[in-house]
């Protein structure tokens, strides 16, 4: 139940029929006994700014930004972090009493949190990442790791114009490597991160062997469905320490929640099964 008072957030995306976010965000409300909803909204880009600004002044504390609307939300910010600039992107919304607009990006935070939580002796500056992919995931999962502190960053994507765009735009020791050499890059690696839709269920599989990669190394999927990829499966069975992509969903959404309903929420194995369905 929630009163007149309740304090209102939600989750834009075209569509948004998919997003785990409002579950996740139930589950929390509940949790916590507050007084509010998390709302999917559903908006065509034409129609973005117009029910951005509708909603701040309609009270709304804020929103979380999904595909495919998250550059162009940047544009629209009144006030948008430093860590948001730098990575071309916003995923979540602050609308302060003033009803304006103070964009941010979590992603990269979600990603360094999910890794600490199931390996908290892991640090970036352990060696060079490979990363996989280019897009806008790629771009936060680099500035996070350049902002920890990584000595190198092998960017790996199949069309290399936009792995150069990526470089150039976060700069740092970033070294685009072509996609054919991928197998080779491996070898003294510390971390192997997965950021494109390869591997997918129901997508094409990621090609990728891993004879050279040492044991030590981490490896991880921002892929959550099938929760355990081909990629991870084969890391774990020669060995190497894994991390599935879904509690890098899970901690992104922290810092909005926080910010919109002045809980600091924890991400919990029993919030893992009520996300995937199982709880």
Known sequence: MISGKARLAGVIGWPIGHSRSPRLHAYWLDRYG????????????????????????????????TVPHKEAALTLMDEVSPEARRIGAVNTIVFDDRERMIGSNTDG??????????????????????????GGAARAVCAALLAQGSPEIRLINRTPERAMTVAGDLGGPIQVIP??????????????????????????????DLSRLPVSALVTDIVYTPLET????????????????LGMLLHQARPGFSLWFGVEPEVTPALRDWVLGTG
């Open 179 to 208: 996609w054919a050499e991928r197998f080779f890059v491996l070898n003294d690696c510390s971390l192997l991160v997965n950021t494109t839709t390869l591997g997918m269920q129901g997508g094409l599989p990621l090609d990728l």
């Open 34 to 65: 507050i007084d509010g909803a998390y709302i999917p909204l559903k908006v065509p880009p034409d129609r973005l700014a117009y029910v951005l600004r509708a909603l701040a002044y309609a009270g709304f504390k804020g929103v979380n930004v």
């Open 109 to 134: 935070y979600g990603f360094i949190e999910n890794i600490r939580s199931g390996h908290p002796s892991w640090t970036a500056t352990s060696g060079p990442a490979v990363v996989l992919g280019s």
């Open 230 to 245: 081909e990629l991870l499966r084969t890391a774990r069975a020669r060995g190497n320490p894994v991390m599935d992509g």
